[in-house]
């Protein structure tokens, strides 16, 4: 028997229990009735809270998967992910290949993680698992860290790439702690 189904055992096992004590217990029909009432709807709440965290567990899921499929199937994200990798240039004014609007479409997958995370509609740990290293190398890229500094300077406001950069730092401090740990 699985973990899920023992929720739903449990409250038939307890209507059972119920059934059978106002029925040898005549005098008292009426409160243990109410009072079996009562457990079966507690049981009930906790076997459809299971059901609900089962669902948004699977929506989770469901969502990264998609989110993974588009981030990685992306010929320009593949493009900057090895430039970030092979320490190259990334922007074309620095030398690279991608413009300034590229840059900002690779870093807004960043952007909707730690948005998704902050809100709890996502695992961080999945985050961490599939995307952590590309939003740690990227976060720790010298030229995307100016960039970010030059936006915020420009514009006078700091909040750009303020989602990103929570991530990552996050993240970093996640590899830390295991880095550390295993020495």
Known sequence: ???????????????????????????YKSDIINIGLFIATV?????????LKALREQANADFLLKFNREFFTSEMNQKII???E??????????????????????GYFELMSWYDKKGLIDFELVDENFGRYISLTWQNEEIKKYILQLR???K??????????????????????????I
Do not use: W
């Open 1 to 27: 028997m699985s973990n899920k189904n023992i929720p739903l055992v449990i409250a038939v096992c307890f209507i059972v229990l119920i059934s059978l004590l106002a029925l040898i217990l005549k005098c």
């Open 43 to 51: 049981a009930l709440a906790v076997i459809a809270h299971n059901q």
């Open 82 to 84: 090895a430039a970030i």
């Open 86 to 107: 092979a320490k190259k240039s990334v922007l074309k004014e620095k030398g690279g290949e991608f413009t300034h609007y590229q840059l900002d479409d690779y870093l």
């Open 153 to 155: 300077n420009e514009t």
């Open 157 to 182: 406001d700091p909040r750009y790439y303020k989602p990103f950069e929570d991530i990552a730092i996050k993240i970093i401090a996640k590899e830390k702690e295991i880095s550390n740990k295993t």
